[in-house]
C-alpha cells in the first residue's frame, strides 16, 4: 500500500491531520468533518508510512461501537482483518493482535492492565465489574449496617457523589475535606466501606477501573514504564468528552513520548453532568506548547443551510476556537420552525410530516427519521400520537436487553462461576429460584463470613459449623453450595453458551422462568437470546470464554444496545444521539426552562452547555431540520405555559420557514410575539386528537374538546395493521375489537392512541 492510497480520500486539512505523527497534536474537528477518516487514516499511516510498530499504537474512545468501528476501518485500511483470529469473534471484542494496533474504550483497555497487574494493589486478577444495580445492592447492606435507611438518603445519589469523586481521583481519604453538608458527612463517612466491600469481594465499580490503573501508575513507575515504551503513539477520540482521571491517565502514559493525538470539538462538549470537562480540550496548548492545530471544518452531513443556522447559535457561546463548517453541498431547505398549541399537536405535526415524506420513498423508511428532545419524559405523548398514527418507533434509553431482571440474574450466576468472591451476585440469585433461604438466614452466615474473613460462598460451604442455623437451613444451603460447585465444574468444561444453558437446566432457572404465561415464555426467549450472544466466544477455550464474555457485557454502553436493524422512528434524548446523523430531524420542545433546561438559566456555563447541546441537536440534519415548541405542555404532572427557547431567536429570518406567517416571517418575530398575547389562529392545518377521544376529520383546530370515547358495541371499525372488526365491549378508555381476520382474532385497545377509524 503506498502513501496516496491512505492520502487519496483526504480533504487537505484531513491529509495535514495525517501526515503529522510526532510530537502532540489537536484535531479541532467539528460536526460531520470526518474526524474517525482522519483518526484511523493517521493510524495506518503511522503503520505503513512511518513503520511504526502495531504494538506501539493506542486508540482509545468511549463506545465499544466506536472502537469497533475504528478497528474495522484501521484493519482495512492496512489490509488485514480485524477478526483475525478467536480473540477477534464477536461484536464488543477489544482484544488486539500482533498485526493490529490497540483499539478500544478507556476501561476496556483498563481492565487489559489490571487483569495483568491488579494484584501488585492487592486483588486477584478474576475480579468482578460490578454494574450500578449491583453498586446499589452493595450500599443498601452497608446502609443498613450503618445504621442508615435506604428510604431516608438514596443510595444511587450517595453512589452518584462517590463516582464523582473518582472521576476527580479522590479517593476514601481526601474525600473527608469536601464534606461540607449533612449529605456529602454521610457519603464521607460510607465511601471508605465501600471500597472496603468491593475489595473483600474482589470487585471493582466502573469509575475505579480507571482510578485503580492511575494508581498502579504512579505507584510503581516501572508498570508505568512498561505502558509507556509500549504505547509510543497514542490517539484519543472525543477529547473534549474525557474527565479528569482519564486526562490524568493519558497524560501519564504520554509523558515520555509525547506523541499524543486529540481529536474533538469543544462546541459538542455535553457531558459535564457526568464528569466531563471542557477544560482539558480548550488547555490543550497549556499542556502542550509546541502541539501542531488542525481545525476540520469542511461538513459531508449536511447542507449550508443547516450548517449556517447551526453556527449562528454556537456562536454566541464565548471562549471557544472559533470555526465555521461548510460544505461543497449547495443550499438545501430552510430550516422548519413550527409552534404547536399544545405537546399533543406537537405530536400531530410530527408524524404527519412524516407522513408525507414518506409519500416520496417507493418504501416507508423510518430509520430516516428521529425525533429529538431534551428530557425522557417527553417522550410518552409521542408514543401515543406514533400509536395512533400506526408509525413505528423505538426508544433510545428505555428499557435495554441487559437491564431486564432475568438477564441480569443469569449474568449473576455466570459472575459467580467466574469468580466466587462476588458476594453481590451472590445474594441475588441465593433465592433466585425460591431455595427458602431467608434474609435472616443470609444475615447469620453473612455475620459469620465477617467474623472468620470468609467470602460469602466459602462462610456457606461452612453451613454446618454455623450456630444459629437450623438443620433444614443447613441442608437447602448445602445444596445451593453443591449447585454452585457442580456449576463451576461445567465451567472448566463448557465455553460461556455452554455454561448459561446448563445453569438454566441445573438451576431449575428454565422451570422458574417458563410459567405458563406469555411473559413468561418472552423472558426465556430473553435468556436464550444471552446464549446467542455468548456463543460468539465458543472458539475460545472453557473458563476464558467466560471471563471474555462477562467484560464485554460490562462494557456494553446505553447507545451501544439501540435496535438498529428496526425499521423504526427514532426517539432519543439529545444526549443519546450525538455521533449519529439522520436525514430528517425534529427537535421537540424548545420553550425555556425544558430547552434550555430550568436548571441552567442562572449558570452561564451551564446554559453554554445547553447550547452546545442544541447545537448538536441541529447537526444531526442530513437534509431536513424542524424545530417545535408549544404554547403550553403538560410536563411531570402539570400545564406550562413557557416562552419559546432563546435558542430559536439566534436563528437569522431568511434561514426559516414557519407555520404560522408564511415563508421566513423569522424566528424572532415569533419569539417577541409569543412573549404578548398571540394568536393561535392559523397555526398549523391537522386536526388535534383530544386526550379522551377522536375529533372528526372536518372538525376545526379551535372546536375541538376532551369528551368521552364516542365507540359503541356493535360498530364497525379499521386499523391500520389488523385491519377490519366489530366493537365487542367498551370499558373505560379500552375497547375489545373482534377482527375479521382469524389470525388477529381479538384485541383489547387503547382508544385515545390506537390507529382505529369507523367504517
Avoid at 405530536?347 to 430509520?367: F, M, R, V, W
Wanted: aromatic content about 8%.
Amino acid at each position: 500500500m503506498n502513501n496516496s492510497t491512505i492520502l487519496k480520500s483526504l480533504n487537505e486539512k484531513q491529509i495535514e491531520a495525517v501526515t503529522c505523527v510526532d510530537g502532540p497534536l489537536l484535531v479541532i474537528a467539528g460536526a460531520g468533518s470526518g474526524k474517525t477518516r482522519a483518526l484511523t487514516n493517521r493510524i495506518a499511516y503511522l503503520i505503513q508510512e512511518k513503520g511504526v510498530s502495531p504494538w506501539n499504537v493506542l486508540a482509545v474512545t468511549f463506545t465499544n461501537k466506536a472502537a469497533n468501528e475504528m478497528k474495522e476501518r484501521v484493519a482495512k485500511l492496512l489490509g488485514k482483518s480485524a477478526r483475525g483470529g478467536p480473540l477477534f469473534k464477536g461484536n464488543f471484542s477489544d482484544m488486539v493482535s500482533d498485526e493490529l494496533p490497540t483499539i478500544g474504550t478507556f476501561h476496556s483497555v483498563c481492565v487489559r492492565i489490571l487483569r495483568k497487574h491488579l494484584p501488585l494493589l492487592d486483588y486477584e486478577g478474576t475480579f468482578a465489574i460490578y454494574d450500578m444495580a449491583d453498586q446499589q445492592i452493595l450500599m443498601k447492606q452497608l446502609m443498613e449496617q450503618a445504621g442508615i435507611s435506604p428510604k431516608s438518603m438514596n443510595p444511587k445519589a450517595i453512589l452518584g457523589a462517590i463516582s464523582n469523586a473518582k472521576n476527580q481521583l479522590i479517593g476514601p481519604d481526601g474525600f473527608q475535606r469536601f464534606a461540607n453538608t449533612a449529605f456529602m458527612e454521610k457519603v464521607a463517612m460510607l465511601y471508605p466501606h465501600y471500597q472496603k466491600a468491593l475489595k473483600q469481594n474482589n470487585a471493582l465499580d466502573f469509575d475505579d477501573l480507571i482510578m485503580k490503573t492511575v494508581e498502579l501508575f504512579r505507584g510503581f513507575p516501572e508498570v508505568l514504564e512498561e505502558y509507556q515504551e509500549k504505547f509510543r503513539y497514542i490517539s484519543v477520540d472525543e477529547y473534549q468528552d474525557t474527565n479528569h482521571a482519564q486526562y490524568i491517565l493519558i497524560k501519564l502514559l504520554a509523558a515520555k513520548y509525547r506523541n499524543l493525538c486529540v481529536i474533538g470539538d469543544e462546541d459538542q462538549s455535553i457531558y459535564s453532568w457526568r464528569g466531563a470537562t471542557i477544560k482539558n480540550i480548550v488547555d490543550f496548548e497549556k499542556d502542550y506548547p509546541e502541539a501542531k492545530i488542525v481545525l476540520l471544518e469542511q461538513n459531508y452531513r449536511s447542507t449550508q443551510i443547516i450548517l449556517d443556522a447551526a453556527h449562528s447559535v454556537i456562536a454566541k457561546n464565548k471562549g471557544r476556537k472559533e470555526k465555521k463548517l461548510w460544505t461543497e453541498a449547495d443550499g438545501g431547505k430552510n430550516v422548519s420552525h413550527w409552534l404547536a398549541k399544545n405537546e399533543r399537536h406537537e405530536g400531530e405535526l410530527i408524524a404527519t410530516e412524516i407522513g408525507e415524506i414518506l409519500k416520496q420513498y417507493e418504501s416507508p423508511d423510518y430509520n430516516d427519521f428521529v425525533v429529538l428532545y431534551r428530557t425522557n419524559a417527553q417522550s410518552r405523548v409521542l408514543e401515543e400520537v406514533f400509536l395512533r398514527h400506526g408509525l413505528p418507533y423505538r426508544i433510545v434509553g428505555g428499557i435495554k436487553f441487559y437491564d431486564r431482571k432475568e438477564i441480569k440474574d443469569m449474568l449473576a450466576y455466570l459472575r459467580v462461576l467466574h469468580n466466587p468472591a462476588d458476594g453481590v451476585s451472590l445474594l441475588r440469585i441465593i433465592n433466585v429460584p425460591s431455595r427458602k433461604i431467608g434474609s435472616k438466614t443470609i444475615e447469620v452466615v453473612q455475620n459469620y463470613a465477617r467474623s472468620e474473613g470468609l467470602t460469602l460462598l466459602a462462610a456457606m460451604a461452612r453451613a454446618s459449623s454455623i450456630s444459629g442455623l437450623s438443620e433444614a437451613k443447613v441442608k437447602v444451603i448445602s445444596k445451593f453450595v453443591k449447585l454452585i460447585d457442580k456449576l463451576s465444574d461445567v465451567n472448566s468444561e463448557f465455553a460461556a453458551a455452554g455454561v448459561i444453558k446448563h445453569v438454566l437446566e441445573d438451576a431449575r432457572y428454565k422451570e422458574f422462568l417458563d410459567d405458563g404465561t406469555s411473559e413468561g415464555e418472552a423472558r426465556l426467549e430473553n435468556v436464550r437470546e444471552l446464549i446467542s450472544v455468548a456463543s460468539k466466544y465458543d472458539s475460545l477455550e472453557a473458563g476464558l470464554s467466560l471471563s471474555v464474555f462477562l467484560e464485554e457485557v460490562s462494557l456494553i454502553a446505553d447507545i451501544d444496545t439501540s435496535a438498529d436493524g428496526d425499521n423504526a422512528v427514532t426517539f432519543m434524548t439529545i444526549h443519546s444521539a450525538k455521533g449519529l446523523e439522520f436525514p430528517n430531524v425534529f427537535v421537540a420542545g424548545l420553550e425555556e426552562g425544558i430547552f434550555p433546561h430550568n436548571r441552567s438559566l442562572l449558570e452561564r456555563e451551564q446554559l453554554e452547555e445547553e447550547r452546545r447541546l442544541m447545537y448538536v441537536a441541529m447537526t444531526r440534519a442530513m437534509e431536513r431540520l424542524y424545530l417545535l415548541h408549544a404554547m403550553e405542555r403538560m410536563l411531570y404532572g402539570e400545564y406550562r405555559r413557557n416562552a419559546p427557547s432563546q435558542f430559536l431567536n439566534d436563528i437569522p429570518e431568511e434561514l426559516v420557514d414557519d407555520n404560522f406567517g408564511g415563508h421566513n416571517s423569522g424566528v424572532g418575530k415569533v419569539f417577541n410575539r409569543v412573549r404578548g398575547d398571540f394568536s393561535m389562529e392559523g397555526i398549523g392545518d391537522v386536526p388535534v386528537p383530544v386526550e379522551h377521544g377522536f375529533a372528526d376529520a372536518g372538525d376545526s383546530f379551535e372546536d375541538q374538546s376532551p369528551g368521552e370515547i364516542s365507540y359503541k358495541v356493535g360498530e364497525k371499525v379499521s386499523h391500520n395493521v389488523f385491519g377490519v372488526g366489530f366493537v365487542v365491549e367498551v370499558q373505560g378508555g379500552v375497547i375489545t375489537v373482534a377482527f375479521d381476520d382469524p389470525k388477529v382474532g381479538v384485541k383489547k385497545l387503547a382508544a385515545s392512541v390506537a390507529p382505529l377509524k369507523k367504517v
